[in-house]
T-cell receptor
Framework: GPKVLQIPSHQIIDMGQMVTLNCDPV?????FYWYKQILGQQMEFLVN????????KSKLFKDQFSVERPDGSYFTLKIQPTALEDSAVYFC????????????FGSGTRLLVI | AQKVTQTQTSISVVEKTTVTMDCVYE???????LFWYKQTASGEIVFLIR??????ENATVGHYSLNFQKPKSSIGLIITATQIEDSAVYFC????????????FGSGTQLTVMP
């Protein structure tokens, strides 16, 4: 089936540096999401993005986080500056609409902040 | 407040048998959507099956089916004729219908299918 691609699959970064996680969503999907999963725990919602705007965000979506999708290219999650507690797997997801369509998840980016 | 609870941390079964994984949820919405995903050893998250709250009939897809008990706020996943490759972590998730886009996940159940 259609895939959500995430680049890179792994990233190691020094605390305080900036990191950008990239997501190529399913081509006809309009809604995009980021989820965070700390090792061994459930995924937690970070943010939803539609039509160039953040529609909803959780308390985990700190001020250091930002998302954008310039000109229909990658949907990105930027963390600036990074903190040790940002170490996690970040999953991108997309859906066709906001009502009852299913979500397609990417394989995740494993971020380690040292 | 929204919440999804999976009390079974891990389950082991012998292949070709049937397994049921439990999930209960909390919501104030009258309309909501329930999902089951599995996460493989590689970390990939795969959509399995969904149940819309307004549908009375239990969803079935392949060897996955749901036991939707709305009065108990329960959505169990049943896997029949289990296979070794069904070994994974299974997550229950809920999305409310009131305009929220969040999927609220449970903590997951590790299923191990043994030969």
């Amino acid at each position: 089936g259609p895939k959500v691609l995430q680049i890179p699959s792994h990233q190691i970064i020094d605390m305080g540096q900036m990191v950008t996680l990239n997501c190529d969503p399913v081509s006809n999907h309009l809604y995009f999401y980021w989820y965070k999963q700390i090792l061994g725990q459930q995924m937690e919602f970070l943010v939803n993005f539609y039509n160039g705007k953040v529609m909803e965000k959780s308390k985990l979506f700190k001020d250091q986080f930002s998302v954008e999708r310039p000109d229909g290219s990658y949907f990105t999650l930027k963390i600036q500056p990074t903190a040790l507690e940002d170490s996690a797997v970040y999953f991108c997801a997309s859906s066709r609409d906001s009502s009852n369509s299913d979500y397609t998840f990417g394989s995740g980016t494993r971020l380690l902040v040292i | 407040a929204q919440k999804v609870t999976q009390t079974q941390t891990s389950i082991s079964v012998v292949e070709k048998t049937t397994v049921t994984m439990d999930c209960v949820y909390e919501t104030r919405d009258s309309s909501y959507f329930l999902f089951w995903y599995k996460q493989t050893a590689s970390g990939e998250i795969v959509f399995l099956i969904r149940q819309d709250s307004y549908k009375k009939e239990n969803a079935t897809v392949g060897h996955y089916s749901l036991n939707f008990q709305k009065p108990k706020s329960s959505i169990g996943l049943i896997i029949t004729a289990t296979q070794i490759e069904d070994s994974a972590v299974y997550f229950c998730a809920m999305r409310e219908g009131s305009g929220s886009w969040q999927l609220i996940f449970g903590s997951g159940t590790q299923l191990t299918v043994m030969p």
